[in-house]
């Protein structure tokens, strides 16, 4: 039951703008009562082995106090809505706990196993459903409403953040598909799902997407060694001609003739700059940071852009929690990427090993998906990475618990070790 629970919360979270959201209670919705069931349930059940102290748990609760401190001193220094800056946080700091859940819930491999299929799965949805936008807009020249969002937002507004969910799941099937040499449906679940995203990625016409997919599918290959770049390469020349005019006329979009010839950049690139001067401008007047929920608000006295997001996690975080709060959030995505690395350390076959280096990739994507955006406090974003985070965690820790446990039967039976299982685990 509790298994099913959590594959009907990372589903629904992601998929959330189809359903239900609210329950008609002040900063709680559907989301926050799956996840207080699965934690009851959690909580209720018994015989759980112990487990190892998480990679991540640790910078996560330090996020969170540093932000609770950044929602005070919003609240002390410049009052406004306090249940609104409640919920801001609560927003903030909801989402990673699913990585606490899913860390502590997964007992077994199968169940881990299940669980990680039902987050790729989520992604191959989420990226179709980008595929059946593209196809009612219409594939051909860049018009901006014509921008796929999938599940991420009601209109083409949502397309830079449904972008980065393609891009930083890319890596993960591109990783199965090159890397896993066992089972032949998990390669060509890995090679379907690499198509189905790329060609997401391609039609939310996001430039920062297309560099950051891109980014990941050659770290990816460069695992396999050059002559597997130089055949993607290869292949991405082949395929140009074939690709959407809009792709082309979006990224040709990014620098523009001035009307004197000049070169100037587009519009959402040069506002992005004013807004990001602005905001560090606001940080040397406030160098403990100006509050949680606060940037809009107050980004209007420094950029002349009011009232706009500031389009970059880190400076965002930069400017409402201060120089302690950029430094946490640092420091939790190293600590997420030393997950990866743990996780490809500890790899002991193919399957491991291309979930293990697809997740480390992942981290990377989604670390550069902050930068030109501010996903990272998006459910919808982020919920299935913080899910797979802690199922990658869990089935390096259970593959070697089986290892282990079939190496005490060997010597229990007197029967001649597998000299294969020893030497990996050397």
């Excluded at 609210?22 to 759980?48: C, D, Q, T």
């Excluded at 809009?246 to 519009?267: I, N, P, S």
């Excluded at 975080?317 to 640092?330: D, F, K, M, R």
């Excluded at 550069?368 to 913080?386: H, K, R």
Aim: hydrophobic residues 50%.
């Amino acid at each position: 039951m509790l298994n099913i629970l959590l594959g009907v919360l990372v589903f629904y979270t992601v998929n959330q703008i189809h359903f239900p959201l609210e329950l008609g209670l002040p900063g709680l919705n559907v989301a926050n009562l799956l996840f207080f069931a699965a934690l009851a349930l959690l909580i209720l059940r018994s015989g759980s082995a112990p487990r190892p102290p998480t990679f991540a748990g640790g910078a996560l609760r330090l996020y969170f106090i540093v932000a609770g401190i950044g929602m005070l001193i919003g609240m002390l220094a410049r009052p406004a809505d306090a249940m609104a800056d409640v919920t801001y946080w609560k927003t903030l700091i909801f989402y990673p706990l699913y990585y606490f859940l899913f860390y502590y819930a997964v007992d077994d491999l199968k169940s881990c196993r299940r669980l990680i299929l039902l987050v790729l799965a989520t992604a191959l949805i989420a990226g179709l459903e980008a595929w059946s936008e593209a196809r009612a807009y219409g594939i051909g020249g860049y018009v901006e409403s014509h921008r796929a969002a999938g599940p991420f937002g009601p209109d083409f507004r949502s397309a830079n953040r449904a972008g980065v969910f393609y891009a930083m799941f890319i890596p993960v099937f591109a990783a199965l598909a090159l890397l896993y040499k066992g089972r032949f449906s998990w390669r060509m679940l890995g090679l379907a799902g690499l198509l189905i995203l790329a060609g997401a990625v391609l039609v939310t016409y996001s430039r920062q997407s297309y560099f950051i997919g891109l980014l990941g599918l050659v770290l990816v290959m460069l695992r396999r060694g050059p002559g597997m770049v130089i055949f993607g390469l290869v292949a991405l020349i082949t395929v140009l001609p074939w690709l959407p005019q809009g792709a082309f006329e979006r990224v040709e979009e990014t620098k523009q003739q001035g009307e004197h010839g000049q070169e100037e950049f587009d519009d959402s690139t040069a506002s992005r700059w004013d807004i990001w001067a602005g905001a560090l401008e606001m940080w040397a007047e406030n160098p403990a940071g100006i509050g949680l929920n606060r940037f809009k608000s107050q980004i209007g006295n420094y950029s002349i852009y009011a009232g706009k997001d500031a389009h970059n996690y880190y400076v965002l975080t930069l400017a409402e929690a201060g120089v302690q709060g950029l430094l946490t959030l640092l420091w939790l995505m190293f600590c997420l990427y030393r997950l990866g690395r743990w996780a490809a350390a500890q790899a002991m076959d193919a399957e491991a090993q291309a979930l293990a280096v697809g997740f480390k990739i992942a981290v990377v994507c989604m670390a550069l998906g902050n930068i030109y955006g501010s996903p990272f406090t998006e459910g919808s974003v982020m919920a299935c990475f913080w899910a797979l985070a802690a199922l990658v965690e869990r089935f390096m820790q259970l593959r070697w618990e089986e290892i282990e446990r079939q190496q005490q039967l060997v010597e229990q039976l007197d029967i001649e070790p597998n000299p294969d299982a020893i030497e990996m685990r050397a």
